[in-house]
């Protein structure tokens, strides 16, 4: 696959923003470094994806943002996962599971 970047089904940048924020509230920049880290430099979510996406989130409840310093000294806006957040995590966690396996077991079928 090489250095090879794919695109994200729609939807799935919100899950995987969620996930990120699951272990520990986080700045926009770290969850973008996080992801890109963890995929092995397959995803990488531009500024123009990512904020609209935080702002969203925020909107439904599911993340929610506070202002502090950050690890360079700089004021930063960090997002943390809601209880209602980690609801919508486990629901769509468990829904891509379920497509990913349904569309892996037919790949395995020729």
């Known amino acids: 696959m090489g250095d090879k970047r794919l695109e994200l089904p729609q ?4 899950m995987l923003i969620l996930k990120s924020l699951e272990l520990e509230p986080m700045h926009g920049w770290a969850i ?3 992801l890109q880290q963890i995929s092995g430099n397959v995803i990488q979510v531009q500024q123009g994806s990512l904020y609209p996406a935080l702002h969203r989130l925020e909107r439904r409840g599911w993340i929610k943002a506070n202002w ?3 690890e360079n000294n700089r004021r930063a806006k ?6 209602k957040g980690r609801k919508q995590l486990a629901s769509e966690t468990a829904d891509w599971q379920k497509l990913t396996g349904a569309v892996d077991q037919i790949l395995r079928m020729a």
């Open 32 to 34: 973008s470094e996080r």
């Open 11 to 14: 939807g799935t940048l919100d």
């Open 78 to 83: 960090y997002y943390e996962l809601t209880a």
């Open 68 to 70: 502090a310093v950050s």
